[in-house]
């Protein structure tokens, strides 16, 4: 036990202290809402870049996908007790079937609007 009734903590890292430090905790999280803003941001930023591309627009944006699932997917390990590569593989082959998903229904609507008025 730590300092008046705080709880130590080990985790995969090591040894932290104090977790119930009501302003380090504020402190904390106001970093990390910051920081979490500065990384969307720049993450906005690289992909109105990559849609601006001419030629690879399309692989460009799901390269950037499936590298920001890979580096989120170990992020989420400490809220979801799944292994990060078993959810880096379902978020990747979900944002797959969506897009497989959109453009089917995309080919579908225009194969429908040329049967009702032929050119």
Known sequence: MGLAGQADVIDDY?????????????????????LGLLLLSGLIYYFRIAHTSQ???????????????????SRLRVYVKIDPLEIA??????????????????EGLKGN???????
């Open 14 to 34: 090591g040894p932290v202290k104090n977790i119930n430090d009501e302003h380090g905790e504020k402190n904390m999280n106001y970093q990390t809402l910051l």
């Open 55 to 73: 030629k690879n627009k399309k692989r460009i944006i799901d390269l950037l996908v499936v590298g920001v699932v890979l580096w989120i997917s």
């Open 89 to 106: 593989g379902i978020l990747v082959f979900a944002y797959a079937w969506g897009i497989l998903i959109v453009e089917k229904f995309w």
């Open 113 to 119: 609007h040329q049967k009702q008025h032929p050119d």
